[in-house]
Structure formats: structure tokens, C-alpha cells
Nanobody, 121 residues
Framework: QVQLVESGGGLVQTGGSLRLSCAAS????????MGWFRQAPGKEREFVAS????????YYADSVKGRFTISRDNAKNTVYLQLNSLTPEDTAIYYC??????????????WGQGTQVTVSS
């Protein structure tokens, strides 16, 4: 069992940056791939980024490639998402997830409760 708690969301202006954190409980954190998803108002939840157990492999949605960076610190049981060059289209609730290295992009095993990111124009 893995419990995930996100933090770091907030209100930022267009072009600004935020750093989201996701703290995981459990001693098996470094055996999971980790991911970030987001859900904008009136839209379905979508994949944003993922990282494998070691941090050596990352994958991004085209919409965030070059602007967002996912990383992890296994010693701290934490995964991060650095959001740069934000636009109002990035406004959403951002969710942290844990799962297998293949299934993480579509069917994570565990979800956090989400953190709100709002980008003003």
C-alpha cells in the first residue's frame, strides 16, 4: 500500500513557475514508477509525465514537453514536477500517481488527492 500526498499548487501568472511535490508513504517507494496527471474543469484526467523507479527514464505528454520536468528523490520518498512557462491552459488539479513502469501512464495503482494549479492571464 502506498499513500501519496501532493503539495505546492497555487496561483501563478502566465509565464510563471511552480514546483509540485508528492510525498509517498511506505518502504517500497523506490520499486514504483511515479507519474503526474491533471484534470482541468470539464475535461477528462490526462497524463502529464512519468518517471521510472531509478529516475533514469522519463516520459512527457507533448503538451508539456520542454516546459515541465519530473524528478524523484528515493531517499526522501518524494517525486517532483517542475512547471515552467505556465499558461492558463495548464490550469487544473494535478494528481500524483504510483504504479508499474508500463501501466503508470494509463492505469496507476495509487493516486494522491490532488493539488490545484491556477494560471492567471
Amino acid at each position: 500500500q502506498v499513500q501519496l500526498v501532493e503539495s505546492g499548487g497555487g496561483l501563478v501568472q502566465t509565464g510563471g513557475s511552480l514546483r509540485l511535490s508528492c510525498a509517498a508513504s511506505g518502504r517500497t517507494f523506490n520499486s514504483y514508477a511515479m507519474g503526474w496527471f491533471r484534470q482541468a474543469p470539464g475535461k477528462e484526467r490526462e497524463f502529464v509525465a512519468s518517471i521510472n523507479w531509478s529516475g533514469g527514464s522519463t516520459y512527457y505528454a507533448d503538451s508539456v514537453k520542454g516546459r515541465f520536468t519530473i524528478s524523484r528523490d528515493n531517499a526522501k520518498n518524494t517525486v517532483y514536477l517542475q512547471l515552467n512557462s505556465l499558461t492558463p491552459e495548464d490550469t487544473a488539479i494535478y494528481y500524483c500517481a504510483a504504479g508499474g513502469v508500463i501501466s503508470i501512464r494509463r492505469y496507476p495503482d495509487y493516486w494522491g488527492q490532488g493539488t490545484q494549479v491556477t494560471v492567471s492571464s
